[in-house]
């Protein structure tokens, strides 16, 4: 199996994927880096998909946050979490309101599908700016560390592994006078 370790400052994804000729994540860009919650982000990025993508597809996600030495799962809670997906029912919730397909233009712009199937090719995301809202103090302080994910999307009809990416990457609390230095 070949492994593929990409670093930007401390955003770390590595290609556990054993047949690479299906996913392949060539770059990668997070700026600024730890993104800053709330903040802007601006993502960029390139990746190759060697086959259509359609049909029974499962997307498992496990998510894990250090916590003073230990890295404690994050469960799955209301589909947010440490989660397994139908990966293009989840595209579809996400993209589709009646009936109608309703991809961000970011994505349109550069060809990029929002539902399956996804034909195979290049495809890449110009940089775009994201912003990460303001939440509450506590779910702010809360987001705020360092997260390993691990991604796998498997065909479930015949156990195919079409991709799979371990991430490392830490989020960074914006914070600004007496409060910061209160904690």
Known sequence: MMVIGCLASELVYTDCNKNQHVLHVNSA??????????????????????????????????????????????????????CTYDFCSLLTSNFVSNGKVSCPSE???QNLSCTCPIQAGTYTLKPVVIQIPKMSGIVSDLMSGKYKVDAKLVNKDTGEQLGC???????????????????
């Open 107 to 109: 994505m349109t712009a």
């Open 29 to 82: 860009s997070l700026s600024p880096y730890p993104p800053k919650v709330p903040g802007n982000l601006t993502v960029s990025g390139q990746l190759e998909l060697g086959k259509n993508i359609s049909g029974n597809i499962k997307l498992d996600v496990s998510i894990h946050k250090k916590e003073l030495f230990l890295w404690i799962r994050v469960p799955c809670v209301s589909g947010v979490g440490s």
């Open 165 to 183: 990416y371990h991430v490392e990457i830490t989020l960074d609390h914006s914070c600004s006078g007496f409060g910061c230095i209160l904690g």
